[in-house]
């Protein structure tokens, strides 16, 4: 069983910074991690993916450049820092993990088998 706990998020204005953590334990492969996000009345989208080493990392383009993931190993904690947002950010975001082990280039969620329970991040502008 893989559990999936996050953290973070909330309301922020545009041009603001929040960030999302989010553990992982139990048992799985050396997966990668990923952020997803969903939009109300849309489907779940990628953002980014960080490989199990943490030394690999994929950005979607609409946040290359402004959100930056990073994994401290020790504690398999993934971070999802978000800077310069906007309100088009806005949306659930959702944290993966229990997928592939090499890095793709592109990532849909059926790539991962749990899931985190989602969090929040409104942007105002």
């Known amino acids: 069983q893989v559990q999936v706990i996050q953290s973070g998020g909330g309301l922020a204005q545009a041009g603001g910074s929040l960030r999302l953590s989010c553990a992982a334990s139990g048992r799985f492969s050396r997966s990668v991690m990923a952020w997803f996000r969903q939009a109300p009345g849309k489907e779940r989208e990628f953002v980014t993916a960080?490989?199990?080493?943490?030394?690999?990392?994929y950005y979607a383009d609409s946040v290359k450049g402004r959100f930056t993931v990073s994994k401290d190993n020790a504690k398999n904690t993934v971070y999802l820092q978000m800077d310069r947002l906007k309100p088009e950010d806005t949306a659930v975001y959702y944290c993966?993990?229990?997928?592939?082990?090499?890095?793709?280039?592109?990532?849909?969620?059926?790539?991962?088998?749990?899931w985190g329970q989602g969090t929040q991040v409104t942007v105002s502008s």
């Open positions: 993966a993990a229990d997928g592939p082990t090499d890095m793709l280039s592109i990532w849909v969620p059926g790539d991962f088998n749990s």
């Open positions: 960080i490989n199990w080493s943490g030394y690999s990392t």
